[in-house]
């Protein structure tokens, strides 16, 4: 990876530097998701049936609906081996741990005498998880979205992933208490989601990461009048930043710069350290493994948009780190906590040296739906709390509105609104009388 000094550069230069992989600003990727999000909204599933065909080679006429039949969800979950049923189910019971223990407390309480106001939870309705599959299918991230839907009490979860779905992923689905897959990926299984067609119901809102076909599609629902998904966040190709001293191990830094690289040509992986030795002491190690392993011309062509930054110390590593704002934040160093401090804007942070960033990614019961392109300053990973709606409830008594009221009015009355002032003027009057 290029080597860069953080000091020696101008304000700008830091700014180019830290932008993400070009691959992601395609001129021409609106206009291509927009045209199927309309083609699916007005042709329902004969569209997903073409799409299906032209972007996964998959004939849904020939072999089945779009819906899988619990015969195929059987068939399915009995080839997955006897040893990855047992890792999907070791990773389940943290997760299940993890997320169980974010159930919402509501709040019920007097502001003042005869004022009571109450914060409550209920789960939605109807959520679409979409499942990243192709080259690389995510069985993780069906536990990701899955069990917090069921724990979250949906009633609806509606499971989508591109064909033929992986048998892990259709066995993980199953385990987690999905009854709904359907045969579809990409923007058209977003779009589907959204709108709904014949056969997939639309939902209220849609969860999870996915190339940036599926995060343009997602942003592109969000805002459409067609529909009311609403969507988790912006979820696309995946990226790491590491924080490394002079006592982390090169071996472990490259491996975790490749275990994200692997992912996407549109991945994106950066380096921060105040070591010059680290700095190529990890060139090194990447050139090593990258030469070996069997995604290589992925993780090649994402190293070619990431960097290694040398800084002062630790305190401008945070500081570089913060305004990249990564998905994941790996910090390698002798005392990480104390880096962990100042560090402001992260999807998931992994501390030491035996954190690796895919402990997160399968087992160790965090989420890893997480914020890309640096929203991580302003958006938080997925948790229990995104798969329910949160609505406030008031009550006044005639003593509490006696209270309240002048207090009311004279707001009202400030911001010209006197209808809003009339409200609490009849109620008083008629108390007086």
């Not at 699916?40 to 004939?59: H, L, M, S």
């Not at 992912?263 to 105040?274: K, N």
Request: charged residues 20%.
């Amino acid at each position: 990876m290029e080597i860069l000094t953080w000091s020696t550069l101008s304000t700008a230069e830091q700014k180019t530097a830290l932008k993400r992989s070009p691959l992601i600003g395609d001129s021409g990727l609106e206009q291509s998701v927009r045209a199927i999000l309309d083609a699916v909204a007005t042709r329902g599933d004969a569209a997903i049936q073409e799409f299906n065909q032209k972007f996964d080679g998959f004939n849904s006429a020939k072999i089945g609906e779009l819906r899988m039949g619990e015969a195929e969800i059987a068939a399915a979950s009995a080839r997955v081996s006897p040893e990855l049923k047992a890792a999907i189910s070791k990773a389940m019971a943290n997760i299940d741990v993890f997320h169980s223990a974010q159930q919402f407390r509501p709040i019920d309480m007097e502001t003042e005498a005869g004022v009571r106001c109450e914060l409550r939870s209920e789960p939605i309705e109807k959520v679409g998880l979409y499942i990243p599959g192709g080259s690389a299918p995510l069985i993780s991230t069906v536990m990701m979205l899955a069990l917090p839907a069921k724990i979250a009490g949906c009633e609806q979860r509606v499971l989508v992933s591109p064909p033929p779905i992986n048998d892990a992923i259709i066995y993980a689905a199953n385990a987690c208490g999905i009854t709904e897959i359907y045969q579809v990926g990409g923007a058209q299984a977003i779009a589907a989601l959204a709108f709904g067609t014949e056969t997939i119901p639309a939902v209220d809102k849609i969860f999870g990461p996915g190339n940036r076909y599926v995060t343009e599609a997602k942003r592109l629902v969000s805002q459409d009048g067609r529909c009311t998904a609403c969507i988790d966040m912006p979820a696309g190709p995946s990226e790491v930043l590491v924080i490394a001293d002079s006592d982390a191990n090169c071996e472990f830094i490259a491996a975790d710069l490749l275990s994200q690289a692997e992912h996407g040509p549109d991945s994106q992986v950066i380096l921060v350290t105040d070591s010059q030795a680290i700095a190529d002491g990890v060139n090194d190690a990447l050139t090593r493994q990258l030469a070996v392993l069997p995604r290589q011309d992925i993780a090649s062509t994402a190293l070619l948009s990431s960097r290694t930054f040398v800084v002062d110390d630790m305190l401008q590593a945070a500081q570089v780190s913060n305004q990249y704002g990564p998905e994941h934040l790996i910090i390698q160093t002798r005392f990480p906590r104390e880096v962990l401090k100042n560090i402001r804007a992260a999807g998931s942070v992994f501390l030491g040296a035996y954190t690796p960033e895919s402990v997160g990614d399968y087992a160790s019961g965090t989420n890893h739906v997480l914020p890309t392109y640096g929203y991580s300053r302003a958006v938080s990973s997925l948790s229990l709390a995104d798969f329910s709606r949160r609505f406030t409830v008031q009550e006044l008594s005639a003593k509490g509105l006696i209270g309240l009221g002048q207090a009311v009015m004279t707001l009202a009355s400030n911001e010209l609104l006197d209808a809003h002032k009339n409200a609490v003027a009849i109620r008083l009057a008629s108390l007086e009388k």
